[in-house]
């Protein structure tokens, strides 16, 4: 994990006194590469393991544990994408790399696959230099993007976001959005792919970030037909859980409706076109009607 200072910042008084951040680095990536079929389902390659949350809290923790046996008792904070904190500029400011045009930190050495982590503390640190910008002319990920969410350099509406709308968007996807979607059901890491400087980024030795219940592999029907219990249990752990079984299917919906047609997925859809949840039943109404049941598969 790269530790590094970073400028003054003024959070609501975290912590008494002059505030510094060190802000830190935890690659993620994982060997294998993103399935190209259309019946699997794509899950961003972050949300394959354990949930990072917790882990880099507490690998953070751990590291004030060692700071405090070395200098005596700290005022301090660990954040991991935990608060309104700006991780990404604090980043940029310290040293860990800069920002991208798709937005999101990059890293000459680790490109884009690795989590931001920060402890506010009231240590008198040194205070690093910014890194310089490298993305020159390449507008890969710009041109990538399905929901044309990117819409320029350094500008994301998130609200065409795949990420936003696959996890934190609680109701139903718009329509004229599910298409664009395609099979990804959590997440979406396409800006990320194209990216040349994430052909650097190496595979993180970090177990927990091991791909769990072959969500790297997996299809669209087999997950569709998880429980509610199976959901929760095989799930426990993983960033995928907080989206709750509701709206997990909601995007799993949406991806059948996308996949090819044949009759395990028009089966697997017509299963769940009574389910309790008006939610999940829109959208499989809608994917449904893209599949124009009612004629031969």
Not at 60 to 66: K, P, V
Not at 144 to 149: E, H, I, K, L, N
Not at 245 to 271: C, D, M, Q, T
């Amino acid at each position: 994990m790269a530790r590094h200072g970073a400028r003054r910042a003024r959070p609501d008084a975290l912590v008494p006194g002059t505030l510094r951040v060190i802000a830190c680095r935890m690659d993620y990536l994982q060997p294998g590469v993103d399935a190209e079929d259309p019946r699997r389902a794509v899950i961003a390659r972050y949300a394959r393991g354990r949930d990072y949350h917790k882990l880099l809290r507490a690998r953070l923790q751990m590291l004030c544990d060692r700071i405090n046996d070395e200098v005596g008792t700290f005022g301090h904070r660990v954040f991991c994408d935990s608060a309104p904190v700006m991780e990404v500029e604090l980043a940029a400011k310290a040293g860990i790399g800069w920002r991208g045009k798709h937005t999101l930190l990059l890293s000459r050495e680790a490109g884009s696959w690795f989590f931001l982590g920060e402890v506010y503390c009231d240590l008198p640190l040194p205070i690093d230099s910014p890194a310089s910008e490298h993305c020159g002319t390449c507008d890969a990920c710009i041109e990538v993007c399905p929901t044309r969410a990117i819409r320029g350099p350094y500008q994301l509406d998130a609200r065409r976001c795949i990420s936003y709308l696959t996890i934190e968007h609680r109701s139903a996807i718009p329509e004229e959005l599910r298409a664009p979607i395609g099979n990804r059901v959590y997440g979406c890491d396409d800006c990320q792919l194209v990216c040349p400087w994430n052909s650097f980024a190496r595979p993180s030795a970090e177990p927990d970030f091991a791909v769990r219940n072959g969500l790297d592999a997996a299809t669209l029907v087999d997950l569709f037909g998880w429980t509610e219990r199976a959901f929760d249990e095989r799930l426990r752990g993983s960033a995928i859980r907080r989206i709750g079984y509701e709206r997990w299917l909601r995007n799993l919906a949406v991806g059948l409706g996308n996949a090819p047609r044949s009759s395990a997925v028009v089966a697997a859809l017509r299963a769940r076109e009574d389910h309790a949840s008006p939610l999940v039943r829109e959208h499989v109404g809608w994917a449904l009607a893209r599949h124009r049941v009612g004629e031969a598969p």
